[in-house]
């Protein structure tokens, strides 16, 4: 008889993490850190509510930090079993890891110079060196393969969209009755139709139980043509004389919008010169997702130039080259982290451009309550930057088509495609009005049985 246990992302969209037990074995999918502001960021630092050496292993569905960002403080505290990822997962799972241990750090020793902390001593919630250590446990599994977790309890990917890698999970085993059952995590979804990786895939085998993620369970994505609305945007932005900045997410988010602008150069209607990308990790990760071809779907190989090639844009590394494009005067596009300018270099460039009427901001997707970018979506007149006030005069945009996770509609549509209906459901990563309107939806449109909403740390009989 197993247990599933939900350790995070019940009623909010970050901190992933469920366990199941059978008898002494136990098995964590995905251990994500919490994101969105103080209150939820506090969750970070409490105690595991199980003895991490005690896991017998970790499955990761993908490399976001909500699904992975505690592996170094689980590996820190003691796990050092497998941590298993998809073979395009490993890549990202790497960068973002290391990248999360470096800003830990830093944030640690930033709080100790400026004293804001209210701990005597601010600490990092774990080091660079912890990541390192956490990445030698990483396994990397091939799509469709069948891995043991433990004697009897066999582990599967399918493919999830959402982002490069990206996977649901099925986990096979069997019951107390002799029976084998399979649960399926459906993981992160992501869209249908969007270019560069391959659509989400039906789990194969139906599942005793589902965990569905319920984000924008429910929201429909507007229809656009992102390549088409961005085009516009550039094209009265140049013939003004000034600079499009897109503010975009260095995994995915990013890729995408190169994609679209590379359609826009082929049609001769954007020179590649005029395009930077501006991030290190942005750079890192479009080479991770220029390399795994097996992902590619069939509109990233009908352009006739790689979108995602070091050589089709600017590519700015350093700092250097970073700040040489404050004293640019030509029109450009710029594309940096972070996604909602919280941080990273795309701070910078809008501290130098929003006071320019000639330029325009882009905001690719969602922007969350308290971001600078979601005050500048509301029409703020000024934000202030690094301590000083920016007056904003450039045209602020959003392209609301790009988003990694699937809308209500395309939730319904994988679930359809499952080879027969879950006996139970669980909804988790989501708010509680998205997972209440997706749980209706289930019920009145597929006729399947009522899905709970769990809480944290509520288990549920196998
Ligand atoms: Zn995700």
């Excluded at 080479?287 to 600017?314: K, M, Q, T, W």
């Excluded at 920016?390 to 499952?418: F, G, N, P, T, Y």
Aim: one cysteine or more.
């Amino acid at each position: 008889m197993a247990t599933v246990t939900f350790h995070g992302a019940c009623g909010v969209v970050t901190g992933s993490a469920t366990r199941i037990d059978w008898g002494e074995s136990s098995v964590l999918v995905d251990c994500g850190l919490y994101q969105g502001g103080e209150e939820l960021e506090q969750r970070n630092w409490a105690p595991f509510p199980f003895r991490p050496s005690a896991l017998t292993a970790v499955v990761v569905t993908h490399a976001h930090l909500d699904h992975t960002g505690l592996l170094p403080r689980l590996a820190a505290e003691g796990y050092s079993g497998p941590i298993y990822c998809t073979g395009p997962s490993r890549g990202l799972v790497s960068l973002v890891l290391q990248d999360a241990g470096e800003l830990q750090e830093e944030g640690a020793r930033y709080a100790r110079q400026k004293g804001y902390s209210r701990h005597p001593d601010p600490r990092p919630l774990y080091t660079s060196e912890d990541a390192r250590q956490t990445l030698k446990l990483l396994r990397p599994v091939p799509f469709g393969a069948d891995q043991e977790l433990l004697p009897g309890v066999r582990l599967r990917y399918v493919r999830a969209g959402h982002l490069l890698g990206a996977a649901s999970v099925e986990i096979t085993a069997k019951g107390a009755d002799g029976e084998r059952r399979t649960w399926c995590f459906s993981g992160d979804v992501g869209r249908y139709g969007v270019p560069i990786l391959k659509d989400p895939e039906p789990p194969a085998d139906p599942p005793a139980a589902l965990l569905l993620e319920s984000t924008y369970g429910d929201r429909r994505h507007p229809e656009e043509d992102a390549a088409e609305v961005l085009g516009r945007i550039i094209e009265e932005t140049y013939a003004r004389g000034g600079v499009v900045i897109i503010p975009a997410f260095a995994l995915g988010r990013t890729q995408e919008i190169l994609y679209h602008l590379s359609r826009l150069a082929e049609a001769g209607r954007l020179d590649p010169a005029t395009v930077f990308l501006d991030s290190p990790m942005a750079i890192d990760a479009t080479r991770i997702y220029d390399r795994a071809e097996s992902e590619h779907d069939e509109d990233f190989d009908a352009l006739a130039n790689d979108p995602l090639a070091a050589g089709r844009f600017v590519h700015c590394r350093t700092v250097g080259q970073s700040k040489a494009l404050n004293a640019r005067g030509e029109p450009a596009v710029i594309v940096a982290a972070s996604g909602m300018a919280n941080g990273g270099r795309v701070v910078h460039h809008l501290l130098h451009r929003l006071g320019d009427p000639r330029s325009a901001v882009v905001f690719a997707g969602y922007q969350a309550a308290g971001t600078r970018g979601r005050a500048l979506l509301d029409g703020a007149e000024t934000v202030a930057i690094y301590g000083q006030t920016a007056w904003v005069k450039a045209k602020i945009h959003q392209l609301q088509s790009l988003s990694a996770h699937a809308d209500r509609d395309e939730l319904l549509r994988w679930c359809r495609a499952l080879p027969a209906p879950p006996q139970r459901i669980f909804l988790n990563h989501g708010e509680d009005p998205a997972r209440k309107a997706l749980a209706a939806a289930l019920v009145d449109e597929l006729g399947w049985p009522r899905p709970h909403l769990p809480l944290t740390g509520e288990p549920a009989p196998w």
